[in-house]
């Protein structure tokens, strides 16, 4: 099992470009999560989806689309990229939700110039 | 907005020693509660959750729950340099976690 995978690695972008990262996970898990860490600080939740279909805004959604077609995959697309997107993010899976363990990719770090 | 609170540290403590982290919530209704690692540069990945009052051990590392004071504590005993990284205290709101920024630990040798 390759766990949570998640692409790119590294991304440059300039203000203003749009991009989708890239996040798959091949445990048949229903739930997925998008976070993203500032420096110094903990994980906010961007987005989260409880199944093909279904997806919900987290804490801090402004700037970012997903969607979920498939149960293995969860997008997170940045429009209009800003400074303020610079962080690294991680995207994570769990089987059954809130009191399950989440499993974490090993992230994408993101510079917005 | 359901808050979870840690000392940002710093904590030092030299090898062997027990290292102690807190963590406080302000969600009543939170059920359950995780401890994860991070190494700089890396991914979270579990160390314990906890979902009853009182003690959890596994290995070298306790967790302790009082849901009546909101307070969750990860104990590491016979602390190593391998174990230097930053602990997350993540707390379950519904289906979602909610994460405290850390605290980062250094075990001198």
């Known amino acids: 099992n390759a766990g949570v995978t998640q692409t790119p690695k590294f991304r440059i972008l300039k203000i203003g470009q749009s991009m989708t990262l890239q996040c798959a996970q091949d445990?048949?898990?229903?739930?997925m999560y998008w976070y993203r860490q500032d420096p110094g600080m903990g994980l906010k939740l961007i987005y989260y989806?409880?199944?093909?279909?279904?997806?919900d805004k987290g804490e801090v959604p402004n700037g970012y689309n997903v969607s979920r077609s498939t149960t293995e995959d969860f997008p997170l697309r940045l429009e209009l990229a800003a400074p303020s997107q610079t962080s690294v993010y991680f995207c994570?899976?769990?089987?059954?939700?809130?009191?399950?363990?989440?499993?974490f990719g090993p992230g994408t770090r993101l510079t917005v110039l | 907005q359901k808050e979870v609170e840690q000392n940002s540290g710093p904590l030092s403590v030299p090898e062997g020693a027990i290292a102690s982290l807190n963590c406080t919530y302000s969600?009543?209704?939170?059920?359950?509660f995780f401890w994860y690692r991070q190494y700089s540069g890396k991914s979270p990945e579990l160390i314990m959750f906890?979902?009853?009052?009182g003690d959890k051990e596994d290995g070298r590392f306790t967790a302790q729950l009082n849901k009546a004071s909101q307070y969750v504590s990860l104990l590491i005993r016979d602390s190593q340099p391998s174990d230097s990284a930053t602990y997350l205290c993540?707390?379950?709101?519904?289906?979602?976690?909610?994460f405290g920024a850390g605290t980062i630990l250094r075990v001198k040798s």
């Open positions: 906890i979902y009853s009052n």
């Open positions: 994570a899976s769990s089987g059954t939700g809130g009191a399950d363990t989440q499993y």
């Open positions: 969600d009543r209704g939170s059920q359950s």
């Open positions: 445990m048949n898990h229903n739930y």
């Open positions: 993540a707390v379950t709101s519904g289906n979602k976690l909610v």
């Open positions: 989806s409880v199944g093909a279909g279904i997806t």
